[in-house]
């Protein structure tokens, strides 16, 4: 498997609007490495989840995993939001931000459609935990990022903290 690149804030391909997925090539051998390469980059970070646009790859497709074994992979192709319902406050992180974490209000359960990593449509109801983040990676697929729901001043702050964060590592 390969550690795939992880793109950060404010890299300007993290805005770009992800394509679907043909339905018909799910079963490709280098869509599932691709599958595999995503899993094994966010379970490296460490992250929960991880979609395509994160790592360059501009196709609507994304990797979940809210379990503390790892072991609960989730794979959501060409997903969609069917149903959402209430409201909750979660303090976000992102693997494109790192280091910060900000108050982020999203629905507090949802209908999702999608195809899974088996090339098979499906429907799932999620809440809480789940929930926000397939909310929070759908994000990414349309080019929006957790900091997008900030001030434009505190998303300032953001950028010029990474930056100087950046810098500092480089040296």
Request: aromatic share 8%.
């Amino acid at each position: 498997m390969t550690l795939l690149t992880i793109l950060e804030f404010p890299d300007p391909r993290l805005r770009t609007k992800a394509q679907p997925v043909d339905p018909a090539r799910i079963a490709d051998p280098d869509f599932q490495a691709r599958l595999d390469d995503m899993f094994h980059t966010m379970y490296e970070a460490p992250g929960i989840g991880l979609a395509a646009s994160q790592v360059d790859d501009h196709r609507r497709f994304m990797v979940i995993d809210i379990s503390e074994e790892k072991n609960q992979p989730l794979v959501f192709i060409n997903p969609e939001i069917v149903d959402a319902d209430g409201h909750q406050v979660y303090q976000e992180g992102c693997l494109s931000v790192p280091g910060i974490f900000a108050d982020v209000t999203r629905a507090n359960s949802i209908a999702v459609k999608a195809y899974g990593r088996d090339g098979q449509p499906f429907e799932m109801k999620a809440d809480g935990l789940l929930a926000i983040c397939i909310q929070h990676e759908m994000d990414h697929l349309e080019g929006k990022l957790f900091v997008d729901y900030l001030s434009a001043l505190k998303r300032e702050m953001v950028r010029k903290k990474l930056e100087k964060a950046r810098r500092n590592s480089a040296a």
